[in-house]
């Protein structure tokens, strides 16, 4: 399974962007996906996570603020980011087939880069 992460970019605090980890080599449609972030100095953390039957697990610094979402039909998992903060900004990182859900999984895209501006 090949990930591609998109939709990253600079949004001024408080705005909004959403990333699409489209697929290709394999269907996700029975994969757990989640999405990681990766500021600089500090480690991945798990921002969200859906397993397969849609359910859901989110960080608690972004409960409320990002949704997580997946569509079968085109292959592709998605996040919904509102209410950006500065601190907010990383690259993210899509990940596909958990091995230990909702923390550990084996397959991984590029990430994409989100800046969030004061």
């Known amino acids: 399974v090949q990930l591609q992460a998109s939709g990253g970019g600079v949004v001024q605090a408080g705005g909004s962007l959403r990333l699409s980890c489209a697929a290709s080599?394999?269907?996700?449609?029975?994969?757990?996906m989640g999405w990681f972030r990766q500021a600089p100095g500090k480690q991945r953390e798990l921002v969200a996570a859906?397993?397969?039957?849609?359910?859901?697990n989110y960080a608690d610094s972004v409960k409320g603020r990002f949704t997580i979402s997946r569509d079968n039909a085109k292959n592709t998992g998605n996040l919904q980011m509102n209410s950006l903060k500065p601190e907010d900004t990383a690259v993210y990182y899509c990940?596909?087939?958990?091995?230990?859900?909702?923390?550990?999984?084996?397959?991984w895209g590029r990430g994409t880069q989100v800046t969030v501006s004061s």
């Open positions: 080599g394999r269907t996700l449609r029975s994969y757990a």
């Open positions: 990940a596909a087939e958990a091995v230990n859900w909702p923390s550990e999984y084996r397959y």
């Open positions: 859906i397993t397969s039957g849609g359910s859901t």
